[in-house]
Structure formats: C-alpha cells, structure tokens
C-alpha cells in the first residue's frame, strides 16, 4: 500500500514569489493534515481537513497562506507572496477519521533566498 | 494550551547502551501520549502510544509508561543499535479533538 506522497521533496524560490505543494494521502484517509516543521523544531499544525472541509485552520496565516482539498482526496498549499521566514519543511500527514495515528509524507523542504 | 517538552539532544550512544529520553507534557483532560520517530530521509513513523494512565507503550523494544502523577513519557530502551539513530519526537493528542502536539524532537545516534 502505498503511504503518503508529497511532491516536490525540494523547492527553492526567491522571496515574493509562489509557491505550491501536493499532497496525495493514503486511500481512505478522510483526514487530512498540512504540518510546518522549522530546523531544529517539531511539526506544527497549520490546518486540518475531514473529507473536503477544513475544520481547524486557526494557525493558517491567511494572509498569505491557501489550502484547498478538492473532492476530499488531494490537497494543495500554497504561500504567495513567500517570506524569508516561510523556510521550513511542510509535511502532510492523512489518517482514518477518528483515529489518532498520522501517517506522513517525507516533506517538502522549502527553502526561500 | 498543551504543551510537550522533551530533553535536548543530540544524545550520543554506543552500541547496546541504555537510552533514555524524557518527555514531560502539559495539558488539560487526559490526553492520549505518543512518540514518533523519523529516520534519515523518511517522513515521521508512529512508534508507540498510550491513552491512559498507567499504560505501557510498546514497539520494537521501545517501551514508554504514561505517568500522569509527573506528567511524563519517557522513551527505554534496554540496549539500542545503530539502526535505532534517528530524531525521536514526543507528542500529545488532546481530548475532544485531533489535534496533535510535538514536542521539538531529540535526535539519537549510536555508534558502533
């Protein structure tokens, strides 16, 4: 079975300017989980979906900060313009609804220049 | 709001010591306890858990015992390898919701 699959692994971008990951979770996951995870620090929850609805996105800077879930499968974050300070590794994580485990992908190492 | 502070690493072992990492949390209700562990170039993989007090989590000769009188977590292990370096990350899930907290993790190696 296949786990959870991020893309890219990398991505380096200039400040202000776009940037979007992919997250594609375990089938049958309903839940869905976007992480933010500074060096040298644990994962932090930026936003939390069941099925295509985001129930808990209070430390999603909405400024600049989008997520979508369409269909309740896929999901995409985006940051535009991005900071500096938005280097991090952005980690998505999907689980059964009602259970506590998270499965995670491997990440996506954001680094801003 | 709900916390987890777990110790500082790196901690650095010789193969077949003793290892020891504390985890102390801080929250309201009766949380349910995890460790986490991510190896080199993997994502973060469930190690063990425990839901109440009292509990022993177990895994891959890990063992963790839910304290709720010290408010404590702390990961054993009798005698690691050196496939067992990695970071170790303690977390919390609150009652009422899904919502899980980490701690900063402690980052293991072994040496042969």
């Known amino acids: 079975e296949a786990g959870v699959v991020q893309s890219p692994r990398y991505k380096i971008i200039e400040k202000k300017q776009p940037v979007a990951f992919w997250c594609n979770p375990i089938?049958?996951?309903?839940?869905l989980y976007w992480y933010r995870q500074n060096l040298g620090q644990g994962p932090e929850l930026l936003i939390r979906?069941?099925?295509?609805?985001?129930?808990?996105d209070s430390q999603l800077p909405k400024d600049r900060f989008s997520a979508e879930r369409l269909k309740g499968v896929d999901s995409t974050l985006k940051i535009q313009p991005a900071e500096l300070g938005d280097s991090a590794v952005y980690l998505c994580a999907s689980s059964f609804q009602g259970t506590e485990k998270l499965f995670f992908g491997s990440g996506t190492q954001l680094s801003v220049l | 709001g709900d916390s987890v502070t777990q110790m500082e690493g790196p901690v650095t072992l010789s193969e077949e010591a003793f290892l020891t990492i504390n985890c102390t949390y801080t929250?309201?209700?009766?949380?349910?306890l995890f460790w986490y562990v991510q190896y080199p170039g993997e994502g973060l993989q469930l190690l063990l858990k425990a839901t109440k007090a009292d509990d022993k989590g177990s895994n891959k000769g890990f063992e963790a015992t839910y304290r709720k009188e010290t408010t404590s977590f702390h990961l054993e292990k009798g005698s690691v390898q050196v496939s067992d370096s990695a970071v170790y990350f303690c977390?919390?899930?609150?009652?009422?919701?899904?919502?899980?907290?980490f701690g900063a993790g402690t980052r293991l190696f072994v040496k042969a």
């Open positions: 977390a919390l899930s609150g009652t009422g919701g899904f919502k899980t907290i």
């Open positions: 979906y069941e099925n295509e609805e985001a129930v808990d």
């Open positions: 089938s049958g996951h309903n839940t």
């Open positions: 929250a309201t209700g009766y949380p349910s």
